[in-house]
């Protein structure tokens, strides 16, 4: 096939989708539509078919997802094949956004909305059932006290450990990732997706998050605010004694006092806020970094666990040591940040 212009075909595939769809859609999520449909639209070009890609300039949909019977039927195969490797829910999201891609199609789109339905019924029925997953093995048995008890290989003060306790004791996505740490309380119009610790002093500490899967404040969603308790308040002392000698050389390049964390000046602010965790104060972790170091957090006891086994790890210990009273379940979804529905069928788990 011909050189394309890939990145003129991916615009013209969002703007349909943007243009048909009734509601508004997030930066953040055209940005995964973007990323998805780029591989995608590859793969199906690299086929022996040579599938056109190219765009329908009235619709904004690629040739190869409105072409005869006989060519969706080859097309959905080259889609199964492209997705083979990839779990359920990701399977889900590329089929999703064929959908939306094709959604103002006037022909024939019953192939692709049967492939969809077929996926989303299966992935529902093993969520009504409750049954843990291959990886969710691992956690049967599994507690938040246990797993803290195996934090004490990490020493305090490292950032490491930090974000074990972090991890723990917040049972947060993955948003520490690009936290940033202030001694001042951002303004939300100048950082309206920026999450921060904001280390008020010694025994006053807040995280606010602007920015996750649920909430977006540069769309008008509301930021949550979480008061930091005595012990994780402790481990954070610790984390940021540290900090603060390891990096005091950048700090000082960016204006902080050497005792910034607790600084009782008039106006209360010294300095910029810097990254809560990174290799360098002036070099933010990654989402991915992130993950990779979780994953090896509790490596010593067998354990590979993600952010989200975590939260599943707390949503499942509430649910024991409550009974599943109605009060406290709706206490442990403040906290995950989630709805009751999402609670019972994606996060509680029944192990025979």
Known sequence: MEDLNFAYIIDKCLEGIISSSERDIRGSTITQYRTKLTKLLNFLSDQ??????????????PMCFIGNKEDTKMVIADIHMF????????????????????????????????EF?????????????????????????????K????????????????MGELAL???????PATMMLTNQYLDIEDYPTTNFL???????????IRKNKVRDCSSGDEEKKIEIDKELNFHINKYLVTHEFNFKDILSNKGWDPLYFYNKSKNGFIGEPVPLFGTRIDTPMTESNYCQILKTMWAH???CLTSTFIRKVYANDVRRLYNGKLTE????????????????????LYFE
């Open 48 to 61: 022996e078919q040579g599938w056109d890609i190219r765009v329908h300039e009235q619709s904004g949909i």
């Open 83 to 114: 997705l083979a490797d990839y779990k359920d829910r990701t399977k889900k999201s590329y089929w999703s956004v064929i959908l939306s891609l094709i959604r103002n199609y006037d022909g024939d789109t019953n192939d692709f909305v049967e």
């Open 117 to 145: 339905n077929k996926l989303k019924d299966t992935i529902d029925n093993i969520e009504l059932q409750q049954q843990p997953k291959e990886n969710e093995l691992q956690l049967k048995g599994l507690t938040i006290k």
């Open 147 to 162: 797993l803290r008890k195996q934090l004490g290989k990490h020493p305090v003060g490292t950032e490491k450990r930090m």
């Open 169 to 175: 004791a917040l049972v947060f996505r993955n948003e």
């Open 198 to 208: 904001h280390n008020r002093g010694r025994n006053k500490k807040y995280i606010y």
């Open 301 to 303: 006891i067998g354990l």
């Open 329 to 348: 379940e709706l206490v442990a979804c403040e906290k995950l940040d989630h709805n009751k529905q999402v609670h019972d069928t994606n996060y509680i």
